[in-house]
């Protein structure tokens, strides 16, 4: 399991404000891909063009559990359930005021509904792909190391590495 505290080193550090719980998923489909999305556009943050899991807020008197499972259906259109947790990284975003709790699960589909975004960060998500665990972790290495592409990389690219090295070990079996 994963425990990391992340510093953004790429904004100005002006103090936070508030704390947002994250619930990301490591999606499995029946041919054991993972999903990532692609995120691309412009706000404050400059330039957005990046690999990102998905996931989101918890909202108030949801567990993360409920939570992962609730943006799953939103952001991928499927109803799944969570085979393990991964691990626990806080991050932040200064340029936003934010800390970050996110937690990671893995989960497998059982069944494809319908994307129904719900939230204005959904609108920059470009695509939605299904690719082998290891391409994943290829797509972001080679993800830039600026600006938020490098605060998603570093949170993200741990928690990748660590679903691969459970599954190799037979920690865990996606089934």
């Known amino acids: ?13 002006n103090g936070i404000n508030h704390i947002r719980k994250v619930a990301r998923g490591i999606l499995f489909n029946d041919k054991n ?7 691309y556009g412009e706000d404050i943050f400059g330039i957005r063009d990046y690999y990102e899991t998905p996931g989101g807020g918890v909202d108030d008197n949801e567990s993360f559990e409920e939570a992962v499972l609730r943006e799953l259906d939103e952001e991928v259109g499927v109803k799944s359930h ?3 947790f991964v691990g626990e990284i806080e991050d932040y975003y200064n340029l936003i005021f934010r800390k ?9 589909i059982d069944e494809i509904t319908r994307i129904h975004h719900v939230s204005e960060g959904d609108s920059m998500i470009k695509d939605l792909l299904f690719v082998p665990l290891e391409e994943a972790i290829s797509l972001y290495e080679k993800m830039s190391d600026y600006g938020v592409s490098k605060l998603v990389k570093q949170r993200e690219l741990p928690i990748l590495k660590e679903v691969k090295r459970m599954i ?4 865990m079996q996606i089934s």
């Open 82 to 84: 969570i085979i393990a």
């Open 100 to 108: 970050n709790i996110n937690r990671y699960f893995i989960c497998k």
């Open 168 to 171: 190799d070990k037979k920690i």
């Open 1 to 13: 399991m994963i425990n990391l505290y992340l510093n953004d080193d790429q904004y100005p550090n």
């Open 33 to 39: 891909e993972i999903c990532i999305l692609k995120i």
